[in-house]
C-alpha cells in the first residue's frame, strides 16, 4: 500500500482535526474534512531523522545555526527560482505568530490593513487583536473564478491609507495562484502609495501544474525592499504540530524592526524537533512532494468531477494550489446555518464554514482532500447521497 493510501488512525493522538471534530460537530459519526493539515505520514526521512535525533535522549537549547539556514535557502531557489541571502532569513514558531508579531512591529493603532477577502480567518482577527483598521478588497467570482477588482485596491489602499498588504498566495480558501502579471500589478500599485506587503505563502510548495508559486518579493528590487515572506515546510510536509516557520526580509529597515519584536516578546529560538524535520524535509523531501503533490492533484479531479456529474446544486471551484476546496453550494438554496447543519446532520463531513472566511464566504464550504482515497471516496459519497435526496 502506497504511503498516500493507507488509511492510518488519528483519533486519541491528540489531533486536533479529528479529536476535536465529535465536540464541534456534536457527532461521533463525522468523518473529519476541515483543519489544514493531512492525513499522510511525513516522509520517511522526516520520521528517521526524527528518531535518530529523539534517540539522542537531550533536548536542550539548540541553535538553527549556518547549516540549518543553508537548507532554506538551497529550497527556495529549487522549488521556487528564488534566491535569498542567508542573512535576510529569521525564524518563528508559525506563519500566524509571525503575523501578529509584524503588524506590532510595522503599525500603529487605528493604522489601516488591507486584505483580500474571503480569506483565512487569522486574517482578521490579527488586525482586530491589534485594534488596527481592517480594509478589504473583495474577491470578484467570475466565470467560476476568483479575480482581483484592482480598481477597488487602489481605492482602498489611497481611501484608507493603508500601511500595511496582507497577501495570500497561494489564497486559502479560493485556491488561487496569482500570476506574475496579477502580483506585479498589485506589488507596483504597493510600491506606488509606499504600502508594505507581507506575504503569507505557507502553501507555496502546493501548488498544481501548470500554475507556477512566483514568489512576490522576487519581481522586483522593489517590491523586495518592501515585502516580508512568510513560509514554512509544516504544510507541505504535515508538521504543523513541530511549529517551524521562517521569514524571508531582504531589507534591513524592515528586517530589524520585526526581529527586535520577536526579541521582546522572549521569541528567540526554533523546537529542536521542528529544526531536524525541517533539515530533512528540505534535504530529502522532494520525491515524496512529487508524489504528494500528484496525489491530490488526482483528487481534486476526482471530486471535482464527481459532483459536476451527480449533482446540480454543488459546485467545486477550480483550485490551481493548497490541498483545500472551495465549495459552492449557493444552488442548495440554504442559510449558512442550513448549510452547516446539512453538511453535519445530513452527509456527516465535518467541514469548514464558509462565511468564517468572511461575509462573501456565505453559501460556501471548505474541503480538505489531503487524506487517503478511501476516505475522500467516503466523504464524496456522503455528501453527494445527502444531496441526491433534497434535489
Ligand atoms: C494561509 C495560512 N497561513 C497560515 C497558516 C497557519 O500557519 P502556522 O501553523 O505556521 O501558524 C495556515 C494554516 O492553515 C494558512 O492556511
Avoid at 460537530?25 to 474534512?33: A, C, E, G, H, S
Avoid at 479575480?147 to 480558501?173: G, M, S, Y
Avoid at 528540505?282 to 451527480?310: C, I, N, P, Q, S
Wanted: aromatic share 8%.
Amino acid at each position: 500500500m502506497s504511503q498516500f493510501t493507507e488509511v492510518i488512525p488519528r483519533r486519541g493522538t491528540r489531533s486536533v482535526k479529528w479529536d476535536m471534530a465529535e465536540e464541534l460537530y456534536q457527532d461521533k459519526d463525522v468523518l473529519p474534512m476541515w483543519v489544514a493539515d493531512m492525513d499522510f505520514k511525513t516522509p520517511q526521512a522526516v520520521t528517521e531523522a526524527l528518531q535518530e535525533r529523539v534517540s539522542h535522549g537531550i533536548f536542550g537549547y539548540t541553535v538553527a545555526d549556518h547549516l540549518f539556514r543553508d537548507y532554506i535557502v538551497s529550497w527556495l531557489e529549487r522549488r521556487h527560482d528564488w534566491k535569498v541571502d542567508g542573512d535576510w532569513i529569521s525564524y518563528s514558531p508559525g506563519v500566524i505568530p509571525s503575523l501578529h508579531m509584524i503588524i506590532q512591529a510595522l503599525t500603529e493603532k487605528a493604522d489601516a490593513i488591507l486584505i483580500q477577502t474571503p480569506v483565512y480567518p487569522p486574517f482578521y482577527s490579527v488586525v482586530n487583536e491589534h485594534e488596527r483598521t481592517l480594509v478589504k478588497n473583495q474577491l470578484k467570482l467570475e466565470n467560476d473564478q476568483y479575480r482581483i477588482d484592482f480598481e477597488d485596491f487602489e481605492q482602498k489602499i489611497i481611501e484608507h491609507e493603508v500601511k500595511v498588504f496582507i497577501l495570500c498566495n497561494p489564497h486559502n480558501p479560493v485556491g488561487r495562484v496569482w500570476t506574475k502579471e496579477e502580483l506585479m500589478k498589485m506589488g507596483d500599485i504597493c510600491v506606488k502609495h509606499n504600502v508594505k506587503i507581507i506575504a503569507d505563502e505557507i502553501h507555496a510548495d502546493l501548488v498544481f501544474k501548470p500554475n507556477k508559486h512566483i514568489p512576490i518579493a522576487s519581481l522586483s528590487e522593489e517590491m523586495k525592499k518592501m515585502t516580508i515572506t512568510c513560509l514554512s515546510p509544516t504544510k507541505t510536509f504535515n508538521l504543523a504540530g513541530l511549529q517551524v516557520s521562517y521569514l524571508v526580509t531582504p531589507d534591513k529597515s524592515l528586517r530589524e524592526p520585526v526581529m527586535n519584536q520577536f526579541k521582546q516578546q522572549g521569541i528567540h529560538m526554533l523546537n529542536t524537533l521542528g529544526i531536524t524535520a525541517l533539515e530533512a524535509a528540505y534535504k530529502d523531501g522532494d520525491d515524496w512532494l512529487e508524489e504528494l503533490l500528484d496525489t491530490l492533484e488526482a483528487h481534486r479531479d476526482y471530486v471535482t468531477e464527481r459532483f459536476e456529474k451527480e449533482t446540480k446544486s454543488i459546485r467545486i471551484l477550480p483550485a490551481e494550489g493548497t490541498y483545500l476546496l472551495w465549495m459552492d453550494c449557493r444552488k442548495l438554496g440554504f442559510t449558512q446555518a442550513e448549510l452547516k447543519k446539512f453538511m453535519q446532520k445530513n452527509a456527516k463531513v465535518g467541514l469548514n464554514d464558509g462565511a468564517s472566511f468572511g461575509e462573501e464566504g456565505n453559501g460556501f464550504m471548505r474541503l480538505n482532500i489531503a487524506a487517503p482515497k478511501d476516505l475522500i471516496v467516503e466523504g464524496t459519497n456522503r455528501i453527494i447521497n445527502a444531496v441526491k435526496e433534497i434535489e
